[in-house]
């Protein structure tokens, strides 16, 4: 006979909560004096967590502890501002503070009636950034969880819209039979792009890629033949060079032949919230759709992209739906503008960090990041090294020799720990990218990664 399983004593919320602070605070108190990448042993460690689920209850604080113990450790530091990995910041103090309620609170943002709080947080948070971004009026909008989904929710927008004016219903019909779109994309597209491409049925291959400049911006006298069943998808920020796409001169060639203009703006976009850099995102409002991240250059914690269509109709007929026990009501109901049925109240945390940093902040944040990258490229430079592209936002690309060198440098950082940074190709020439995007990057974090890159360079030379 089996013995019937009992529940532990629960902890007291409180206690349990006031220790899961404690363990967060020592973190962030260690982040910035901790190797950023996890050791041997603290990946080791991880195997720890490999075991049939048991079958009985384990107390919460045992869990907590278990959580801290093997998985703190085995993190990277992306909270420390040394990482200079991808395009990921590092969350704000008030992100993460917000981030703990959400949780308490379990809110789920698919109706408003499920939560009248979240979704007043969520329209809030989305015209704040609508009005940072120098968007239209009026545009559709949603939080959903990075720039893949934002493009692939603002691309499904693009094909209802386009395939409807050819009196087509896509979301009824399918694509079997439907009239064709065609999609222009710059050479340099971001792979995200077309991952949602090939995700809506627009494939990946059958895309036109218009020849682009040395720093990765599509030529407009490139550009093929438009007409109202084309979507033009344009870049703001490449996420090599961080260069940004002629979108006036796209948008109005674009306009003229009827076509849908996307803009991937996963970063870049956030250039407009700049005095000092608001000049690169020129032209982009003139788009039709836009994607971006939160949890890139504004350091909301992950996840956090952000989709807006000019036209909130065509964002709605792509997305909507309804059944007897799931009616939306009449204000806007965050699932009738996104794939997600139910959602995290992901959006109070980009509400918490935008009105923690205000409109003076988050230019700061960006204007701090773009001076550190242009002293990581001229103190590279002046060590010898060349930088390939122009350095016009928070991305550097840096060769230190032929290929093999620049990947043994790279290598090397990366075992060294004092900072982190990847690599990638551009235009045929093997690079290391640095990308400061967190607003915990000090001059003295600068200093100190690049004497530890320097360091890497002259003992791979060695
Ligand atoms: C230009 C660009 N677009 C899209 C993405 C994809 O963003 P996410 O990882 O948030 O989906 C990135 C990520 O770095 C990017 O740089």
Known sequence: MSATPTLPAVPAIEDLLSAAAGRAFAYLRDSPNRPVVPGPAALQALGQLAYRLPWAATDPRDVLALLDRV?????????????????????????????????TWDQNLALRVMSPAAVAFEDVALEWVRDLLGLPHGCGSAVVTGATMANFTALAAARHALLARAGWDVESDGLFGAPPLTVVTGDEVHVSV??????????????????????????????????????????????????????????????????????????????????????????????????????????????????????PESLRSAMSTSSAYFVPGEMREPSQYSPEMSRR?????????LLSLGRAGLADLVDRTCAHARTFANGLRESGYEILNDVVINQVLVSFGAPEVTRAVIARVQQDGTCW???TEWQGRTAMRISVSSWATTSEDVSRSLDAIRRAADESRR
Not at 80 to 101: H, K, Q, T
């Open 71 to 103: 998985g703190s450790p085995a993190t990277v530091v992306t909270t420390g501002g040394r990482y200079f990995g991808f395009v990921n910041g590092g969350a704000l103090p008030a992100s993460v503070a917000a981030g703990w309620m959400v949780s």
């Open 194 to 311: 077309l991952k949602a491409l090939a995700l809506l049925g627009l494939g990946r291959a059958r895309v036109r890629r218009v020849a682009v400049d040395d720093q990765g911006r599509m030529r407009p006298d490139a550009l093929p033949a438009l007409d109202s069943r084309t979507i033009v998808c344009i870049q703001a920020g490449n996420v090599n060079t961080g260069a940004f796409d002629p979108a006036a001169d796209l948008c109005a060639r674009a306009r003229e032949a009827g076509a849908w203009v996307h803009v991937d703006g996963a970063f870049g976009l956030w250039a407009a919230a700049s005095r000092r850099h608001r000049h690169l995102t020129n032209g982009f409002e003139l788009a039709d759709s836009w994607g971006t991240d939160g949890h890139k250059w504004p350091n909301v914690g992950y996840d956090c992209g952000i989709v807006l269509v000019r036209n």
């Open 421 to 423: 940074c990847g690599g």
């Open 345 to 353: 109240a992901r959006a109070v945390e980009l509400w918490a960090s």
